[in-house]
């Protein structure tokens, strides 16, 4: 297979670590696929405990449907999902709006909202450019978010609130290898999708992870592990989302650790200024996800995030697509301000603007979701 340029000296997507070449789609996905998502999980973001004594609950706490929720455009449901662990409990809620008249079950998105109430009002008092429930129902999705700051908060305090609060265990005993916040947020975006598969009115099928900037850290992450999301939606993941640590022109590793080493395992803190040491590099989170769609987006102003190497995460991830014998990215080349590229399974544009996600995103995000979800 004809690999890219590797212009930043990272590790092959296709070379296993006892050095076997991948040549084919099932030595992927029964060798190079698991190993990689170990060492994220050991090496990153660390990995859950064990919840296999988890009794999980999801119902819908109210449903309701009136000229005054998006002038009757929408269902709207608020949904409570209750984990209960050796006689702890933890819960969080989510809202979802489901557009109404649809004949048969419509696609989604689950967007992870690492902002405030106005950003994920499940009232719709607010009209929110980051996320814009009202331009999601009238293109014929529905749509859910949750907040982060409700399963995991999003500031270092020992990891015994929120979803962590269920293993007390782990506060005095912590592995090296122990899940962050984003892991956790991740596996609140699973629960989602739990409920979804038990919704006749969505497609569980054709579901959309979105995220933006650590959110959309998660939503890569989050649909790396889970299968069962069909799109990842990344807006200006940046350092340890989907911009290559090696060779990093903004933010890097050490930058990342000091302000938020709560998101990521301990084991991640090797890595700092130490990157060339890493036994990965995240175009091999975005081949994780594969064959299944991706989207990532990024600004002109947020050099912080590294644009070029968020693009360039896009073109080293592409040979695992072509394992399957479909179009990852369409293009090596990065594309010039508003030039969205649709084509391949591994969509991205380029925005003038700052570290945000707005409208104009969306738009891509749901022209994108039309042509391929």
Known sequence: MNMPENKRN?????????????????IWMTKRRPELLELFKNEEYGRLPDVSDMELHIRVADSRQ???????????????????RKGIHFSFCFVVFIPTGAIKP???????????????????HFLSPFYPVETIISRGYACAAFRTQEVSPDYEEGFTTGFSRLFPEYVTNRPDDAWGAITAWSWA????????????????????LVGHSRGGKTALWGAAQDERFAM???????????ALSRGAKGERIKDILTRFPYWFSKNYQKYIDKEETLPFDQHMLLGLIAPRLIYTS????????????QFESLVQADPV??????????????????????????GHHYKTGDHDMDEYDWNCYLNYADIHL
């Open 66 to 84: 009136s000229e005054e929720i998006l002038q009757g455009r929408a269902v709207r449901k608020t949904v409570e999902v209750l984990a209960v």
């Open 232 to 242: 990842a939606v990344s807006s200006c993941a940046g350092n340890s989302g989907d």
């Open 10 to 26: 990272i590790p092959s997507v296709l070379t296993c670590m006892d050095g076997t070449e991948v040549t084919d789609w099932e």
């Open 321 to 346: 697509y072509r394992l399957f014998g479909i179009e990852g990215l369409e293009t090596n080349k990065k594309p010039l301000p508003e030039q969205p590229l649709y084509q391949g399974r591994i």
């Open 298 to 309: 990024s600004k002109t102003f947020d050099k912080w995030a590294d644009p070029e190497g």
């Open 189 to 208: 975006a699973s629960r989602i999708m739990d409920y979804f598969e038990t919704e006749p009115l969505i497609d569980e099928r054709r579901v959309a």
């Open 106 to 124: 419509v696609p989604a998105f689950v967007t992870v909202c690492n902002r405030g109430i106005k950003d994920s009002d499940p009232a719709r």
